[in-house]
């Protein structure tokens, strides 16, 4: 009898260290979902509608320090220096910028959808002057 309960202890034994088995064998998903879109990104533009002018421009993407769901996006759609940095709320693949506006009579909408870890595919707007104008981009990082 003693034999018996000794190989039934043995055996729930195998059966608890087995159940026990982590699924991530490197601890727990702590990344910051933004970390993919950090960086300096080159955007090359077509104009869908307005200028009709395609352009290229760098833009420096960075977390945003008091959302963690968002990043700050400097010069985007190539304003230029004394425009503030867009914002844009940050999903697994995608970034969106809602209607803003980031310098004097100059307001930005769009999203960004990464296509691998060096590519986004844009579409945004750029309203100056009363004016729209409609843009597509594929943004590089650098």
């Known amino acids: ?7 039934l202890m043995a055996v729930l034994l ?10 991530n064998p490197d601890g727990p998903d702590t990344g910051d979902v933004r ?4 960086g300096t990104w080159l955007f090359t533009e077509s104009a869908s509608s307005g200028r009709g002018v395609n352009s290229a421009y760098t833009a420096v993407i960075t977390k945003d320090p008091s959302n963690s769901s968002q990043v700050l996006i400097s010069n985007f759609t190539g304003v230029g220096t004394g425009a503030s ?3 844009g709320v940050v999903t697994t693949s995608s970034i969106t910028v809602p209607s803003q506006s980031i310098a004097t009579d100059y ?6 959808s990464l ?3 060096s590519t986004m595919n844009w579409s945004y707007s750029v309203t100056a002057g009363g004016t729209k104008d409609t843009y597509t981009a594929t943004a590089k990082l650098q």
């Open 115 to 117: 296509s691998n870890s």
């Open 35 to 38: 970390d993919k879109f950090l």
């Open 1 to 7: 009898m003693k034999t018996y309960i000794k190989l």
């Open 14 to 23: 195998i059966s608890l260290i087995n159940g026990c088995e982590t699924t």
């Open 107 to 112: 307001k930005v909408d769009g999203s960004g």
């Open 85 to 87: 940095a867009a914002y």
